[in-house]
Protein backbone atom coordinates (compact mmCIF):
# COMPACT_ATOMS: atom_id res chain seq x y z
CA UNK A 1 0.00 0.00 0.00
CA UNK A 2 1.19 3.63 -0.92
CA UNK A 3 1.61 6.03 1.49
CA UNK A 4 -0.13 9.15 1.09
CA UNK A 5 3.35 11.08 1.97
CA UNK A 6 4.62 9.42 -0.93
CA UNK A 7 1.17 10.93 -3.28
CA UNK A 8 3.00 14.77 -1.24
CA UNK A 9 6.40 13.65 -2.45
CA UNK A 10 5.83 13.25 -5.88
CA UNK A 11 3.12 15.90 -6.21
CA UNK A 12 5.66 18.14 -4.64
CA UNK A 13 8.87 16.77 -6.96
CA UNK A 14 6.47 17.38 -9.63
CA UNK A 15 5.78 21.06 -8.89
CA UNK A 16 9.44 21.98 -8.82
CA UNK A 17 9.45 21.29 -12.78
CA UNK A 18 6.05 22.64 -13.82
CA UNK A 19 7.03 25.70 -11.89
CA UNK A 20 10.41 26.11 -13.30
CA UNK A 21 9.06 25.70 -16.77
CA UNK A 22 6.12 28.52 -15.67
CA UNK A 23 8.78 30.37 -14.36
CA UNK A 24 11.42 30.17 -16.80
CA UNK A 25 14.02 29.43 -13.91
CA UNK A 26 15.90 25.80 -14.57
CA UNK A 27 17.70 26.45 -10.85
CA UNK A 28 13.73 25.28 -9.96
CA UNK A 29 12.97 22.77 -12.73
CA UNK A 30 16.47 20.88 -11.71
CA UNK A 31 15.06 20.06 -8.28
CA UNK A 32 12.72 17.37 -9.94
CA UNK A 33 15.60 15.53 -12.06
CA UNK A 34 18.15 13.10 -11.75
CA UNK A 35 21.40 14.52 -13.34
CA UNK A 36 21.51 11.62 -16.31
CA UNK A 37 17.43 11.97 -16.76
CA UNK A 38 16.17 11.14 -20.24
CA UNK A 39 13.92 13.52 -22.36
CA UNK A 40 11.84 12.31 -25.62
CA UNK A 41 8.88 14.29 -27.19
CA UNK A 42 7.28 14.73 -30.44
CA UNK A 43 6.92 18.78 -31.73
CA UNK A 44 3.84 20.58 -32.47
CA UNK A 45 5.26 20.76 -36.49
CA UNK A 46 5.94 16.81 -36.21
CA UNK A 47 9.31 16.60 -35.44
CA UNK A 48 10.90 14.71 -32.59
CA UNK A 49 13.04 15.73 -29.87
CA UNK A 50 15.58 13.10 -27.62
CA UNK A 51 18.16 12.94 -25.39
CA UNK A 52 19.43 14.67 -22.15
CA UNK A 53 16.95 16.70 -19.76
CA UNK A 54 19.85 19.26 -20.07
CA UNK A 55 17.63 20.40 -23.66
CA UNK A 56 14.88 20.84 -21.16
CA UNK A 57 16.99 23.57 -19.20
CA UNK A 58 18.14 25.38 -22.91
CA UNK A 59 14.39 25.80 -23.19
CA UNK A 60 13.84 27.37 -20.40
CA UNK A 61 16.70 29.76 -20.49
CA UNK A 62 15.98 30.87 -23.80
CA UNK A 63 11.78 31.34 -23.66
CA UNK A 64 11.90 33.24 -20.12
CA UNK A 65 8.59 33.03 -17.65
CA UNK A 66 5.08 31.45 -19.37
CA UNK A 67 2.39 34.03 -17.35
CA UNK A 68 -0.59 32.53 -19.01
CA UNK A 69 0.50 29.34 -19.07
CA UNK A 70 -1.38 26.83 -16.20
CA UNK A 71 -0.60 22.79 -15.30
CA UNK A 72 -2.45 20.37 -14.52
CA UNK A 73 -0.61 16.78 -12.61
CA UNK A 74 -2.24 13.56 -12.16
CA UNK A 75 -1.02 11.35 -10.24
CA UNK A 76 -1.16 7.96 -12.38
CA UNK A 77 0.82 4.81 -10.42
CA UNK A 78 3.22 4.83 -7.41
CA UNK A 79 4.20 1.19 -6.08
CA UNK A 80 6.83 1.55 -3.50
CA UNK A 81 10.12 3.12 -5.43
CA UNK A 82 8.59 4.02 -8.92
CA UNK A 83 5.56 6.25 -9.83
CA UNK A 84 3.88 7.52 -13.46
CA UNK A 85 2.60 11.14 -13.82
CA UNK A 86 1.05 13.23 -16.46
CA UNK A 87 1.05 16.60 -16.58
CA UNK A 88 -1.14 18.92 -18.61
CA UNK A 89 0.36 22.13 -19.58
CA UNK A 90 -2.31 24.61 -21.49
CA UNK A 91 -0.61 28.37 -23.43
CA UNK A 92 3.52 28.01 -22.35
CA UNK A 93 4.22 30.36 -25.24
CA UNK A 94 1.41 29.46 -27.69
CA UNK A 95 1.70 25.55 -26.91
CA UNK A 96 -0.11 23.00 -25.06
CA UNK A 97 2.02 19.78 -24.16
CA UNK A 98 0.95 16.49 -22.20
CA UNK A 99 3.65 15.17 -20.41
CA UNK A 100 4.69 11.35 -19.30
CA UNK A 101 7.16 10.93 -16.25
CA UNK A 102 8.45 8.31 -14.48
CA UNK A 103 9.95 9.03 -11.19
CA UNK A 104 12.45 6.62 -8.60
CA UNK A 105 12.52 7.13 -5.19
CA UNK A 106 16.40 7.99 -4.53
CA UNK A 107 17.90 7.64 -0.80
CA UNK A 108 14.34 8.55 0.15
CA UNK A 109 14.18 11.31 -2.59
CA UNK A 110 11.87 11.26 -5.46
CA UNK A 111 13.17 12.12 -8.72
CA UNK A 112 12.31 12.30 -12.31
CA UNK A 113 14.20 10.12 -14.42
CA UNK A 114 12.37 10.25 -17.97
CA UNK A 115 10.08 12.79 -19.41
CA UNK A 116 8.16 12.43 -22.57
CA UNK A 117 5.95 14.68 -24.01
CA UNK A 118 3.38 15.75 -26.92
CA UNK A 119 3.48 19.02 -27.75
CA UNK A 120 -0.09 20.16 -29.82
Do not use: P
Amino acid sequence: MTKLSDYEAVINTINFYTTGAIKGKREIAEKAFTKDATMYGANKDGSTASGSIKNLYKGLETSGEAKECESHIDVLYINKNIASVRVVMEDWHGLNFTDLHQLFKINGEWKIVSKTYQAY
